[in-house]
């Protein structure tokens, strides 16, 4: 129990980002590419046409251009977190490029965000997949106060996989803005985390914080990288949130660079945490009300798993859950005055048009309804 109670308590402050409420579970359903448009045109997504020059032939100053817009359209799709608005955009500038000469492309052709591009929509296919009522074999539910929660266990690791569930109150943007600008969550903590720092670059950041282990009192530094994903035009509509400790070789020890982030030395005193990938769906209920669902898988010794049955990891989950709750509720009562209003209006090239396309979507659903 305190082996699992400790796994959830390790889900603040980065899963406190949606306090928990009981609510009715979410259908799950396939998942279409996001169809955040690009600049109008009457060609395929991808596909830019340029006007033939007086001779008759296509302008390759045009067809220059038309590159470049392409790629412009893919950096700053990808910094909205629309992913496959940009995954469209790099397609067709790629195909504009395989025209061109050799040794002509331009310099943002070779910028590190684009050739990453798939593999972030790949991982956040994964979590849309996994952050879903199971009713698989192998997979049992359970319901308490405050969520709704199902878990497996990995035959050949041994790993338990939990997925979760609850509606929280507040609105889409204070959820992204409280996993995205974590630092400002800061004097909710009362000390428990302290130090927070988030960094952001190309539709990612880079959360820091410090720590004490909640049951053996070691002092902690966690580094979260954190993406998310705008999918509010798809089949179910969400935006997604991708979490992990930093892709990098020896975490435990690493100063550096990592990307576009800067990972400072580990302080003296404490040990750095590593997290394996994890992630949530957030699907907004209505203009103050959104449903998250949760995926987190936790390594467990054997000689430990033998010992978390069903009744003591519900007893974990229900403790912690409302505890998360409870921190989440009093983040957004005392919003006005905790500085995310500020942090919003300074960030607002992120999140103006996370709020434009937040209030677009609800504004359908209000009209279809």
């Not at 396939?30 to 045109?41: G, M, V």
């Not at 251009?65 to 893919?74: K, N, R, S, T, W």
């Not at 507040?170 to 985390?193: F, H, K, T, Y």
């Amino acid at each position: 129990a305190a082996v699992l109670s400790a796994k959830a308590a390790n889900l603040q402050p980065e899963e406190v980002a949606g306090g928990l409420s009981s609510g009715r579970s979410a259908k799950s359903s396939p998942h279409n590419d996001d169809s955040s448009p690009l600049p109008p045109s009457d060609t395929t997504p991808g596909e830019v046409t340029t006007a033939p020059s007086s001779s008759g032939l296509t302008s390759t100053v045009a067809a220059e251009d038309d590159c470049v817009l392409l790629l412009e359209e893919a950096m700053r799709a990808a910094a909205e977190c629309r992913l496959a608005a940009a995954i469209r955009a790099h397609e067709g500038a790629q195909a504009r490029l395989r025209e061109r000469p050799a040794g002509t492309a331009p310099a943002l052709a070779s910028d590190p965000l684009l050739g990453e591009l798939s593999n972030r929509m790949a991982r956040v296919r994964r979590i849309q997949e996994e952050c879903r009522p199971h009713t698989e074999k192998g997979w049992k539910r359970f319901d308490v106060e405050t969520c709704t929660f199902w878990r497996t266990w990995d035959s050949k690791t041994g790993a338990l996989k939990l997925v979760m569930q609850w509606d929280a109150i507040g609105s889409m943007q204070q959820q992204i803005a409280a996993l995205r600008d974590a630092d400002v969550c800061e004097p909710q903590w009362n000390g428990e985390c302290w130090s927070m720092t988030s960094q952001h670059a190309k539709g990612a950041s880079l959360v820091r914080w410090l720590q004490k282990d909640p049951f053996t009192g070691r002092k902690t530094e966690v580094l979260m990288e954190r993406t998310l994903c705008d999918c509010l035009d798809e089949e179910r509509p969400c935006w997604v949130l991708l979490e992990r400790s930093p892709d990098v070789a020896k975490l435990e020890t690493f100063s550096g660079t990592y990307g576009p982030f800067e990972i400072g030395p580990v302080p003296d005193g404490f040990l750095r945490s590593v997290t394996s990938e994890c992630g949530r769906v957030l699907e907004p209920l209505g203009e103050d009300k959104v449903r998250v669902t949760m995926v987190i898988e936790i390594a467990l010794p054997s000689i430990i798993r033998w010992v978390v049955t069903d009744s003591l990891m519900v007893f974990a989950i229900k403790t912690s859950s409302k505890g998360i709750q409870q921190s989440w509720n009093k983040i957004i009562e005392g919003w006005d005055t905790s500085g995310f209003n500020e942090r919003i209006q300074k960030e607002a090239e992120f999140y103006e048009p996370v709020r434009a396309r937040v209030a677009a979507y609800l504004q359908e659903r209000q009209n279809q309804s």
